[in-house]
């Protein structure tokens, strides 16, 4: 399955885990990433070990619309054009109502939804001409916000629209889908073992998840669900059975 593949936000964490997969599956891999230098050309290097010139890093700020169309032109010359866009950088922190500034609404939309947006948009006709896909990094608390996390929440939400209505707009050339995570990775904020425990207790597996159950469900919607597009997988292991 040899495909060209943009990942945002993929110098760790899930993302990284992500490009791992697809470098696995023979796709050659665009990294993004805003400030995590070190982890990227690390990664970077990994892969283009594994096979020569199959990886290639670049930096950006994707509230920056300007640095968004610079990753998109990158996206569109490298390896001959780009087919698959993975939507994963995200800003994540808690905000209390009352005290949310224009600088955390702005984070957090621009990250997790405008930035998203305005790729989709700026690589549209190279993932037409190339019948590519889209996947989304969304969030299972898109569907029920998380308490504390209101501005989080509803750019979640607002990704998991721009999902089913991209759909609609780039079909049949581009198939869009995502995927919803839950207690996957802890968040990189303090927890403590007790929030964990109850979280967990919330979850019909009583176990967290691992980047490789989110890695191999984007996988299957770039590589398997050719008859797939509007959909969002939740790999939350029950989680939202327990609202």
């Given at each position: 399955m040899q495909r060209n593949v943009l990942i945002t936000g993929a110098a760790k ?147 998991a629209a721009m999902t089913r209505i991209l759909a609609k707009e780039l079909g ?56 797939m597009t509007g959909q969002i997988l939740t790999v939350d292991g029950g989680r939202?059975?327990?609202?």
């Amino acid at each position: 399955m040899q495909r060209n593949v943009l990942i945002t936000g993929a110098a760790k964490r899930i993302g990284a885990t992500i490009a791992k997969q697809l470098h696995r599956e023979d796709c050659n891999i665009l990294l993004h990433y805003r400030s995590s230098a070190q982890d990227a050309l690390a990664l970077c290097g990994e892969l283009n070990r594994l096979r020569p010139d199959s990886a290639m890093a670049m930096q950006a700020d994707l509230l920056n619309l300007n640095e968004v169309e610079a990753i998109a032109f990158a996206a569109k010359k490298a390896w001959g054009g780009i087919d698959v866009l993975i939507n994963n950088a995200s800003a994540f922190y808690p905000t209390t109502m009352g005290e949310v500034t224009m600088q955390q609404w702005d984070e957090l939309i621009g990250s997790n939804l405008k930035a998203p947006f305005f790729l989709a948009q700026s690589l549209m006709d190279t993932l037409k001409a190339r019948q590519g896909c889209i996947v989304n990094i969304v969030d299972i608390h898109a569907e029920r916000g998380l308490p504390g996390f209101s501005v989080y929440s509803i750019a979640k939400a607002g990704l998991a629209a721009m999902t089913r209505i991209l759909a609609k707009e780039l079909g049949p050339e581009v198939r869009v889908n995502g995927v919803a995570p839950g207690a996957i990775i802890w968040p990189e904020h303090d927890i403590s073992e007790q929030d964990k425990r109850e979280i967990l207790q919330r979850v019909a597996l009583r176990c967290s998840g691992e980047p490789d159950d989110i890695a191999k469900a984007v996988l299957f919607l770039v590589r398997d669900a050719g008859y797939m597009t509007g959909q969002i997988l939740t790999v939350d292991g029950g989680r939202t059975l327990f609202y």
